[in-house]
């Protein structure tokens, strides 16, 4: 049984379409996570969410916004695409209270390509 | 600067030999994270420590909270340990602001 899985794992879209990924977990966790990583490979946090509390990186565009039907989904929206979207885009989730101190569990990741 | 600083960059070895490689940070943390990501991209959380030092199979992970220091160690190493490791650190007092990263360790055992 997969822990955490998103859909899809691969997404092929034209610059100014709006998209989603949709991320689920099994685990009973309370707070997830979506991280970006680069063509550099490097790995950065986008939101993080439990179920009182979002809390978003300053550093990304209002663009990107975070949907959390129920505690076991955070879905990822992402409006008017633009070429620098493209990316490899992990969902994680961990367990509440001491989310600090806690082991994420990392989904298979969605590559994202915006032509 | 990178709060997070990891080195080697790239490492090739030989199967068997010893690996270390090298995690500084400059922020307190609440606690640190070894990562291991696949070539097929999946990521796996190794360990996760805030002090002392931790062992799974051949894998062992230190930490040196006063030094701002982590190192992962790999004995008897195979190929199939070729992979990227990444550093990460959850930050003191950040709640729920999730991981920073270190740029990863791209490592290769050749056979």
């Known amino acids: 049984d997969t822990a955490v899985s998103q859909t899809p794992k691969y997404l092929v879209t034209q610059m100014g379409n709006d998209k989603s990924i949709k991320c689920e977990q099994n685990?009973?966790?309370?707070?997830m996570y979506w991280y970006k990583q680069d063509s550099k490979k490097f790995l950065k946090i986008m939101f993080s969410?439990?179920?009182?509390?979002?809390?978003i990186n300053e550093t990304v565009p209002n663009r990107f916004s975070p949907k959390s039907p129920d505690k076991a989904h955070l879905n990822l929206h992402i409006n008017s695409l633009e070429l620098g979207d493209s990316a490899v885009y992990f969902c994680a989730s961990s367990h509440f209270p001491d989310i600090a101190k806690e082991t994420q569990y990392f989904g298979p990741g969605t590559r994202l390509l915006v032509l | 600067k990178n709060e997070v600083e990891q080195s080697p960059q790239n490492l090739t070895a030989q199967e068997g030999e010893f690996i270390t490689i090298n995690c500084s940070y400059s922020v307190g943390i609440s606690a640190l994270h070894w990562l291991q990501q696949h070539p097929g991209g999946g990521i796996v959380s190794l360990f996760m420590?805030?002090?002392g030092k931790k062992k799974h199979g051949r894998l062992i992970a230190t930490i040196n909270i006063q030094e701002k220091h982590s190192s992962l160690h790999i004995t008897a190493s195979h190929p199939r340990d070729s992979a990227v490791y990444i550093c990460?650190?959850?930050?003191?007092?950040?709640?729920?602001?999730?991981?920073?990263f270190g740029k990863g360790t791209h490592l290769i055992i050749q056979p």
């Open positions: 685990l009973g966790h309370d707070t």
């Open positions: 990460a650190v959850s930050l003191s007092g950040g709640g729920a602001d999730g991981l920073t």
């Open positions: 969410y439990n179920n009182k509390e979002l809390i």
């Open positions: 420590l805030s002090s």
